[in-house]
């Protein structure tokens, strides 16, 4: 009977996961209790990370997660304020006359939390039938 051989340890035993961040005024792991405990195969492991922002704008950072046979990088950002625009997808203007001008307001509202810029510019386009 073929017997196969095995290299490192096998895939089902508990691992420690360890998670190492680097130092950072904004973020923080909170350690849960068990957090010298080893996760078992397919088993969650929970860690907390505390955001202490001092600005309103974006943050990035990165935590580490290690194992005696692993190293996988978790990139953690935190989205500050944006400029949201608010508007109709679509335009409809009914017939008009030819040659003669029609209007139409257009509503835009800021439904973010920072202040937006904008222009708007249109292209003609014809649907009618140009032919005389």
């Not at 196969?4 to 849960?32: C, D, H, M, T, W």
């Not at 974006?58 to 978790?74: A, G, Q």
């Amino acid at each position: 009977m073929p017997t196969s051989k095995r290299q490192g340890a096998p895939k089902s035993v508990p691992r420690l996961v360890k998670v190492i961040q680097e130092n950072s005024p904004y973020f923080q792991i909170i350690i849960p209790n068990d957090v010298c405990n080893k996760v078992a195969p397919g088993m969650p492991s929970l860690f907390r990370i505390l955001f202490t922002p001092e600005k309103n704008k974006d943050y990035f950072h990165e935590l580490v997660c290690v194992t005696e046979r692993e190293k996988c990088v978790v990139p953690v950002q935190a989205i500050g304020a944006r400029a949201l625009l608010d508007f109709p997808d679509q335009l409809y203007f009914p017939l008009c006359a030819i040659k003669y001008n029609s209007q139409k307001k257009l509503f835009v509202w800021n439904i973010g939390n920072l202040e937006a810029r904008f222009q708007f510019f249109t292209q003609w386009h014809s649907s009618g039938d140009n032919s005389e």
